[in-house]
Nanobody, 122 residues
Framework: VQLVESGGGLVEAGGSLRLSCAVSGDAFSSKALAWFRQAPGQEREFVAAINGVSSRYYSDSVKGRFTISRDNAKNRHYLQMNALKPEDTAVYYC?????????????????WGQGTQVTVSS
């Protein structure tokens, strides 16, 4: 299974970006998917997750601003980020696990993308 992120970049505070993650391999619809992020000097932290029946979970810091979604026909999942803040600046990683149950713990995810930089200027 390989994951490839795209869609990062530089945006002003209050702006929007959409991250995309292409997932290779079989049984995409039965996988739980997630996004994590890591800012310089900080640990990687949970952002959002979606399970096999499209129930969604968010960290408190992004709830109401970010939306995770999946397209099982395209083997992709997305993170729509609105009302971005400078503190959202980080490398964003998409992740997948072999089963449909979603977790907020990075150790539960077997597959990871290479990361995409998101920078929000003030």
């Amino acid at each position: 299974v390989q994951l490839v992120e795209s869609g990062g970049g530089l945006v002003e505070a209050g702006g929007s970006l959409r991250l995309s993650c292409a997932v290779s391999g079989d049984a995409f619809s039965s996988k739980a998917l997630a996004w994590f992020r890591q800012a310089p000097g900080q640990e990687r932290e949970f952002v959002a997750a979606i399970n096999g029946v499209s129930s969604r979970y968010y960290s408190d810091s992004v709830k109401g601003r970010f939306t995770i979604s999946r397209d099982n026909a395209k083997n992709r999942h997305y993170l729509q980020m609105n009302a971005l803040k400078p503190e959202d600046t980080a490398v964003y990683y998409c992740a997948a696990r072999a089963t449909a149950v979603a977790y907020k713990i990075m150790q539960e995810y077997e597959y990871w993308g290479q990361g995409t930089q998101v920078t929000v200027s003030s």
